[in-house]
């Protein structure tokens, strides 16, 4: 052999990683889309379709055959069909048997049937190996390259070489595969595409209706009283000036709720004298969408945030400013620098731009990339203690901001109190309950407790206890 012969086998590619053909039942949306990445992943792709002819949208390196000669031409036939479907794959029983069925099927409805997609197919198909997998990429995220979609792909089936040989095709096409375990996890599986962010809709209907709340509390305060006593139209507040005043609020508040869960199971541990019991429905459901209330309290400050900084340049304030300068004018008069309110107002907006830091710093490690660099006492010294300093630094901005208001009863419109002082009570409530915590009579029990430790240990014998996550 000449060197140059030698040297051109080096080059070519080698016959033995030759992928393996694929077959897909259905050349609908799905289909198509997996097809042709599978073929720009090098695998020869073999379409079964009820009708034989070509047209432009299939994949023009793919073969079309019909659906008993196409699983002949494959180990792995991906089912690109609708469930009420896979009845008429009962004929081709014979020619499916020993062979891996991908089924990538969903529903419309969470639970829609008693048993899964992959689980009906393995019941009409006994002989095949069935393995849900794909279900979960969208066939418009499979067309975009996969760059702007989620890249998870969760596969279970009951045969692990046929799992294995799913999860390969999976790898190659560029998507990360995610074994969760026997077929029994396919109707889990199913599932995710249908939930509609599940630990959201707390956070979200609880801000929803604190907002209105707030917004009409500072309607009637700031807008109808002035309107009713002093016949001043302040109706511009409603731009501006309210939810300036409303999303502070709900930032602490629903800042505070994500801890007073934490307390609250706290003094159930100690009231119980074990972690071995479980929480309530309703607390279990509260701690699960703790970051969740994180994050939407941190969208209500930045919002805050940016609302303050238009404050020098809006017309009422810039009104407000030259009149009093121009009063003093006429007046021939000029006020003294007040130090105390210089402190105060220093020391407002010092406590709120550290307080917004932390707050920032507890997104961001709350983001699964980041959270999965730190180890688990490094997440909760940042989400615990980190979180604590927040709620302290924010809840002291809102002190500050508020002043002496709390003791001029003249100032209360219509005997009610400011709204920023209502944002207070949840706050204070949580920081007074984690002062009396820290306790040494009460954190030692407290800890002992979360390491097993059991005041009545006749719990631990009853069959239905259920270890408790220990509350951050
Ligand atoms: P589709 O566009 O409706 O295509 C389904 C294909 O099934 C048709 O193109 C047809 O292919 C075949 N078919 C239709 N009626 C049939 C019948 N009576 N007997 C046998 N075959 C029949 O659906 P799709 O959007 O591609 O979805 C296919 C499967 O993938 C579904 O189970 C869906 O839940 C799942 N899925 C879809 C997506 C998505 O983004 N579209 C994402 C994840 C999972 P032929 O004309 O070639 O026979």
Known sequence: MTKNSSNIMALSPNTSNKRETVCIFGTGDFGR???????QSGYPVVFGSRSTQTSSLIPKDAEVLSHAEAAQKAAIIIIALQRQHYNFLIPLAEVLHGKVLVDVSNNLKINQYPESNA???SQL??????????????????????????????????????????????????????????????????????????????PIFLSLGL???????????????????????????????????????LALILLALVYLPGVLAAII???????????????????????QLGLVALAFASVHVLYTLVIPIRSYVRWRISSHTISQALNNKTEPLNTTNAWLSDSYVALGILGFFFFF?????????????????????????????????CTAHTLVYGGKWFLNLSLYKWYLPHA????????????VIKFVLIFPCLD????????????NPKYSEQSNYIINKSAV
Request: glycine share 4%; charged share 20%; aromatic share 14%.
């Open 33 to 39: 889309a997996l097809g042709l990445k599978m073929i």
């Open 119 to 121: 689980e009906y197919l």
């Open 125 to 202: 198909l006994p002989g095949a190996r069935v393995v849900k997998a794909f279900n979960t990429v969208s066939a418009w995220a499979l067309q975009s390259g996969t760059l702007d979609a989620s890249r998870q792909v969760f596969v279970c089936g009951d045969d692990m070489e046929a799992k294995q040989m799913v999860m390969d095709i999976v790898r190659a096409v560029g998507l990360t595969p995610l074994d969760k375990g026997s077929l029994l996890a396919a109707q889990e599986i199913e599932n995710y595409p249908l939930q509609l962010f599940p630990m959201w809709k707390f």
């Open 211 to 249: 907002t209105a709340f707030f917004f009409f509390y500072c309607l009637a305060l700031d807008v109808i009283y002035p309107y009713v006593y002093q016949n001043k139209d302040f109706s511009f507040f409603i731009v501006i000036s309210i939810p300036n005043r409303i999303c502070p609020i």
């Open 269 to 291: 541990q100690l009231y119980r004298g074990t972690k071995y019991r479980r929480f309530p429905d309703w607390l279990d459901k509260w701690m699960l969408c703790r970051k």
């Open 361 to 393: 710093l507890l997104g961001i490690t709350s983001l699964p990339s980041v959270s999965n660099n730190v180890n688990w006492r490094e997440f909760r010294f940042v989400q615990s203690k980190l979180g604590y300093l927040t709620l302290i630094l």
């Open 420 to 431: 920023y002082m209502l944002s207070l009570i949840v706050p204070c409530i949580v920081l």
């Open 444 to 455: 030692k029990p407290l800890t002992q407790i979360r390491q097993g430790w059991e005041r």
